[in-house]
């Protein structure tokens, strides 16, 4: 009975770490919109295109909405 204890008790840190890692590889999704093709749009289609939202771990999706 000891020796089982043991063994649930020094496998239970593991699986919690497993776990813990696979939820944090996971990108947080985001949704970025903009109403027109303007110079004001401009810094998040250079955050997407050199990687930055993906640095941070997102997952941005950029949208353009009417106004």
Known sequence: MQMKFKCIVLTLPVLFSMIASSMSDAAE???VSYSSR???FLPAQVAVAKGFF???NLDSLL????S
Do not use: S
Request: charged share 40%; no cysteine; aromatic share 8%.
């Open 38 to 40: 303007t110079y004001a």
């Open 29 to 31: 999704k985001i949704t």
């Open 63 to 66: 949208i353009q909405m009417r």
């Open 54 to 56: 993906k640095d941070e």
